[in-house]
């Protein structure tokens, strides 16, 4: 990829920081020939090598002196791109030496010229380490993956211990801590709380920060760039904690039948037979002395008490080649994690089935079994391995064939010492693909609180259709190879034991997968299932629905030799009531949750309601549906998590001009009126850290495009502006669907180095036009068959409008700039925008999109991804 952010104000020689490219790349490798690297030809005259990968270490000032080149005059017109060979010769785009004849012309000091700051190689590194470590005291600090546990002693001082992961102060890791939470708090005086380490003296970070392939895989799929602990199982019931680290799993306990702890605690080590790491480990809800982990793409089970370990699937024969062992059980494929953000590929059942007077019992677990023998195995060069030269994945590209999948039914029996005596491998009465034929993802996968139903999202590949089913375990029958022994386990399967489909979801858009499903108990003998389930489908927004659907037996015989038709399992809905509606949206995607309290009849959830730049708490009831009532204040975007019995939260907010802060908070006021119920400021858990000393916060803005739709922007002005004077213009951008740049909360994180070009002297940009997200479904999907067009219109209306308002911002020299998807339209706008674009940098973006896995592509492979390829 280019590195020079633009040569519209640098010379041909140098980085648009003035500085000349290094020769190295920034993995340390010595960079191939720079004739061999070149960049883009540009409107401006002048293609940059690509050397340094930053665009930091690309953007800067001019060399003072610069030779005025002279063309022969046969290959004067038509030629305007030129290159540096590897001896540094200029040379022409198509291989003719250019003349070295010319004449030093002396230039005015770029600062005055051009508006943008001089500086050494030497002191931009230095600007460099130093937003850096400024940003250093503030990210990854704050506290998240909150867990409240109500204690019951009336004469503790403390009515809640609240669990988190965070980052000690003096620590680099992740860990498990703990604050408590007082009854009684004086409101004139600010209470801190203090963060308590549970575990004493331990480091779960791996010797020499080595983790193993599937540990590194999982941490790219989830974007984690923390170290640690990084995620948790906890058991309410009996306070058991389950964690990977430093290559291994531990479990601690606290609270539970044996009380809280008042000092750190040694986290205890879980042994294992098993080679390799042990991944996505869960604790059995039904009970807790077990539980399950993957090795080696298969499922296993282990009890902590006893240390006994078995394994319950087989799909995995141990070759460490992708071409000899594609079958997997329990493992998310990577189109799953990357594209639909699911990362287990299994679900233990909540309730158990008991067995005998003995105290026996039957434990189960719901898997995705998948196999990628027909998908293309791709290789790719891996610095990392010493022994290879490359890496090899299955990677399903766009129209071709994605995994088969199917879901399965691992069961195991125990006694009453709890010793494993039988385990069983069960799978669908009829094949998966027969069932439902048009399904090609599971989605989402669960089970209902009493373990009557297990649930599944089923997906087509054009992801416009969403089928909710729910699975009886009696659907499933013993795995054998034995044909007559298969049709008597049929037979034996009673008429009335069928999938139910109790919802489906149809757009001609794309369904934006997401985790809000909350089933409601069952009655003794009911034939009916009450939910609440996100829908975005029917209005165009993501709202909230209460659904009854009607569990109607279809009597399908099992031993017949005929497939069952496609509704042949639909169950009508007796009643579906919109539970908040509007030209807004529920949060429903990135983990986002809803708490139902089934004792007052309220539903807490997130969204947009007062504004699409900011994420609020709202409460709303699911009885007398009415009024929404927000708990958090305006001014600030939140993110939240409720306690268990519904009476306090969690926020983590800020704002564009405040850094994060973490407040608890306490619901209160008159039972008769739980909906009223306000919220008071309890406690501090952290505040605001100051911002750094050159940190200027952008300035969000809003214009109507000339189809007259209202978009948001963000700008950050240079930090020297001069009246009258005009500074180059960074774009950055991303346009793409599921993700929204501009928003009312802190930006000097994650976007510090747009701050850092702003201290340079660049004003920089930030536009979410149509194809983000937050502003419902057409306005996501505008960009549907026609990608990289209606976004760059939308981007530079933008320009335009922010020209006129900043008489800074000048339009004749626009870097646009981005990641991923922003990387592509960055390619795009150079392609469809010349006049308007002068140097892109696109970091990452697809080269060729039918070659990328994103399933929106792989639906069908529209026109346009079909005929597009571009380089990256």
């Known amino acids: 990829m280019p590195c020079a952010l633009s040569n519209f104000w640098a010379g041909p020689h140098q980085n648009a920081l003035g500085i000349g490219c290094p020769r190295r790349n920034g993995q340390g490798r010595r960079a191939e020939s720079v004739h061999s690297q070149t960049a883009w030809s540009y409107s401006s005259g002048v293609s940059l090598p690509a050397g340094s990968p930053t665009l930091l270490r690309s953007a800067g000032w001019l060399m003072r002196k610069v030779k005025k080149l002279r063309l022969d005059h046969e290959n004067t017109e038509g030629w305007r791109s030129f290159s540096v060979n590897s001896e540094g010769t200029e040379r022409m785009a198509t291989g003719a030496p250019v003349s070295d004849r010319g004449d030093t012309v002396e230039m005015e000091d770029p600062a005055s010229r051009f508006q943008v700051q001089k500086h050494s190689w030497d002191g931009l590194r230095n600007i460099i380490h130093g937003s850096r470590k400024n940003s250093g005291l503030i990210v990854n600090k704050a506290p998240h993956d909150f867990q409240f546990v109500q204690k019951t002693d009336e004469s503790s001082p403390h009515s809640h211990r609240l669990y988190y992961l965070g980052m000690p102060y003096g620590s680099r890791e992740n860990s498990l801590l703990y604050s408590e939470i007082p009854r009684k708090v004086r409101k004139e005086a600010l209470l801190l709380l203090s963060w308590k380490q549970m575990l004493d003296h331990f480091q779960a970070t791996p010797h020499h920060g080595v983790y193993s392939r599937e540990e590194e895989l999982l941490r790219e799929r989830k974007r984690l760039g923390v170290f640690g602990i990084t995620s948790y199982d ?73 240390g006994e370990e078995r394994r319950l699937t087989f799909c995995h024969r141990g070759s460490p080649s992708v071409l000899d062992d594609p079958r997997s059980a329990g493992v998310a494929t990577f189109v799953i994690q990357e594209e639909f953000d699911r990362f287990t590929g299994y679900w233990w059942c909540p309730a158990a089935s008991w067995e005998g007077s003995d105290g026996g019992k039957t434990l189960r677990i719901l898997y995705e079994e998948v196999d990628e023998s027909e998908v293309e195995i791709i290789h790719v060069p891996s610095p990392a391995l010493e022994e290879r030269k490359t890496d090899s994945y299955r990677y399903p590209r766009t129209g071709s064939k994605n995994p088969k999948i199917a879901l399965k039914l691992a069961e195991f029996q125990t006694d009453g010492r709890g010793k494993i005596v039988a385990t069983q491998e069960k799978e669908l009465v009829q094949p998966f693909s027969t069932l439902f034929p048009r399904v090609e993802y599971i989605a989402r996968a669960g089970w209902t609180r009493d373990g009557k139903y297990a649930w599944a999202m089923f997906l087509d590949r054009p992801q416009q259709r969403l089928q909710l089913v729910l699975l009886p375990p009696a659907l499933f029958i013993p795995v054998t190879e034995n044909a007559e022994e298969r049709l008597a386990f049929a037979r034996a399967v009673p008429r009335n034991v069928q999938p139910h489909i109790v919802y489906e979801e149809v757009t001609d858009v794309w369904i934006n997968v997401h985790d809000i499903f909350y089933p409601f108990p069952q009655s003794e003998g009911e034939d009916e299932l009450c939910f609440i389930r996100a829908n975005e489908c029917k209005t165009g927004f993501c709202h909230l629905y209460k659904v009854t659907a009607i569990l109607k037996p279809s009597g399908y015989d099992w031993s017949e030799p005929l497939s069952p038709g496609e509704d042949e399992f639909k169950c009508p809905i007796k009643e579906e009531i919109a539970l908040t509606s509007g030209e807004w949206e ?9 708490w139902v309290n089934e004792e007052t009849k309220l539903v807490y959830f997130q969204g947009t309601k007062d504004t699409p730049l900011e994420h609020h708490l709202y409460v709303v009831s699911y009885e007398t549906v009415g009024e929404i009532v927000r708990l958090t204040a305006p001014g600030f975007s939140h993110s939240c998590s409720m306690s268990q019995n519904f009476d306090m939260f969690v926020s983590h907010y800020s704002s564009v001009g405040t850094p994060p802060c973490v407040h608890v908070y306490k619901l209160s006021g008159p039972d008769d009126d739980p909906l009223h119920k306000q919220p008071h400021f309890w406690a501090s858990m952290m505040e605001a850290a100051s911002c750094p000393p050159d940190y200027v916060p952008p300035e969000i803005f809003h214009f109507h495009t000339r189809s007259d739709v209202r978009l948001y922007g963000m700008i950050y002005k240079p930090h020297a502006v001069q009246p009258g004077k005009k500074h180059p213009t960074v774009l950055f951008v991303y346009g793409g669907p599921q993700v929204q740049l501009v928003n009312n909360s802190f930006k000097g994180i994650k976007y510090l180095r747009l701050n850092t070009l702003a201290s340079l002297g660049y004003a920089v940009v930030v536009i979410d036009g149509r194809g983000s997200c937050q502003r419902g479904l057409r306005f996501e999907g505008a960009l549907k068959n026609q990608m990289g067009q209606v976004e760059i219109e939308d981007q530079v209306e933008g320009l335009q409008f922010v020209a006129e308002k900043y008489g800074f911002v000048d339009l004749n020299r626009v870097a646009i700039h981005g990641w991923s998807y922003g990387g592509f339209l960055s390619l795009m706008g150079l392609i469809h925008k010349p006049q308007v674009f002068k140097q892109p940098h696109g970091a990452e973006p697809p080269s060729s999109l039918p070659a990328t896995a994103d399933p929106r592509m792989a639906s069908g492979c529209t026109k346009p991804c079909q005929q597009l390829s571009v380089g990256g």
């Not at 529920?586 to 809803?594: C, E, P, T, Y």
């Open 234 to 306: 906890f058991h309410s019931e009996s306070g058991l904690f389950l964690f990977q680290a430093s290559n291994s799993l531990f479990h601690c306990r606290d609270g539970g039948k044996n009380g809280f702890m008042v000092s750190p605690m040694k986290p205890l080590e879980i042994k294992t037979q098993c080679t390799g790491p042990r991944m996505d480990p869960k604790i059995c809800p039904a009970d807790p002395a077990f539980f399950s982990f993957i090795n080696s793409n298969d499922l296993w089970v282990a009890n902590i008490e006893t």
């Open 586 to 594: 529920v949060l429903a995607r990135h983990g986002s949750k809803i």
